[in-house]
């Protein structure tokens, strides 16, 4: 039983450590591109059949809408 905890803990570890790279990589990505203040503009040139799958909103994660993500 403690070894699986261990592995539990192990594998959140790593999980949260790449999900924080990601969002690094995002932000890094996103250096470039000038602050917009409201995201729904950049998000709005998506047509409605883009949204088949469930997680088609993980295409929405653009070098710019990371930069509307951050402090002007």
Same mark, same amino acid.
């Given at each position: 039983? $403690?070894?699986?905890?261990?592995?539990?803990? !192990?594998?959140?570890?790593?999980?949260?450590?790449? !999900?924080?790279?990601?969002?690094?990589?995002?932000?890094?990505?996103? $250096?470039?591109?000038?602050?917009?203040?409201? !995201?729904?503009?950049?998000?709005?040139?998506?047509?409605?059949?883009?949204?088949?799958?469930?997680?088609?909103?993980?295409?929405?994660?653009?070098?710019?809408?990371?930069?509307?993500? $951050?402090?002007?």
């Amino acid at each position: 039983m $403690r070894k699986w905890v261990l592995g539990g803990h !192990i594998a959140l570890v790593i999980l949260g450590f790449a !999900i924080s790279i990601a969002l690094a990589a995002g932000l890094w990505q996103s $250096r470039h591109y000038a602050y917009v203040a409201d !995201i729904g503009s950049l998000l709005a040139h998506r047509g409605v059949g883009d949204y088949t799958l469930s997680m088609s909103h993980f295409f929405d994660l653009t070098g710019a809408s990371f930069a509307s993500l $951050r402090l002007p």
